[in-house]
């Protein structure tokens, strides 16, 4: 399904009017913004940030999709998120000046966006060789889990907690994960 | 790897940029430094081969900068991250 620019702006407007956002007040800008999200939509499927590399890979892009995870805390800190689509009032007002937000996504994980054409690797290492730190660490986080938010409730699986509850902002340190054990039938 | 050259009267500084094509602020840099008349070369990461993608990453990494865009290498060693105008300005003293 493709979208028009159109469509993905009212889209983008109807989330930032849920979130108590503004997009960004800059004509050329935000065109530009809305142009790069509407090429990754046509090209991936889903609008990755148009100013992060996607790997193509749903389950590596999801935190990049638009809205992406890092826009709450982005937007907290700074008034505006990493691509600078979504603005806080003063910044959309004029009162403050537009910021350079730097790269909150982790490096291992945009790091994923290079190497996906190559994930999962080849078992090249004999098998009882340990994985090597760095890909250790790849591993543990590309297991989904069972997370909940201890002040809504809200339940979300996937490889690590949000970095804001959707449903009552809460950070996310609020998350616990769900230990439980799932048997599937063979 | 698709490089694509701009060229420009303003070219005692080699600039290379690494910039994504959906990306406005690249869009932006490759902009100013037209405007600028900086001669530069520049190319598309999204639109590289994964083979490319992987020596782009580990250059830039190797440079010392993140894997955001765009980055602006001056004279192969000055990385700049992001469309800044104030560290252009110096690097490439405009």
Sequence with gaps: MTHTIEQTRKRAEADAKTFG???????????????????????????????????????????????????????????????????NKDIYEGKKELPSVPERRPIAKQA??????????????????????????????????????????????????????????????????????????? | MNISKVTGKYNNHKVFLYTLSTCVWCKMTKQYLKDNSVEFEYVDVDLCTEEDKEKIRRTIQDKGGSLSYPTTIVDDKKVITGFRKDLLKEALEL
């Design chain 1, 21 to 87: 956002y503004f997009l960004v007040n800059d004509a050329e800008l935000l065109q530009g913004l809305m142009e790069g999200l509407k090429i990754n939509e046509d090209r991936y499927g889903y609008p990755s940030c148009p100013c992060r590399l996607a790997s193509g890979e749903f389950s590596f892009d999801r935190d990049i999709i638009c809205p992406c995870d890092y826009r709450d805390p982005d937007v907290a800190e700074y008034g505006t998120c990493y691509c600078r689509l979504y603005v």
């Design chain 1, 112 to 186: 994923r966006a290079f190497q996906a054409a190559s994930t999962p690797k080849p078992a090249q290492k004999k098998e009882n060789e340990p994985p090597a730190a760095e890909e250790r660490e790849e591993l543990v986080e590309l297991i989904p889990k069972l997370w909940y938010c201890k002040q809504c409730g809200y339940v979300v699986f996937r490889e690590d907690p949000p970095y804001v509850c959707p449903i009552c902002k809460a950070k996310k340190e609020m998350f616990t994960e769900i230990k439980t054990k799932v048997k599937f039938f063979s």
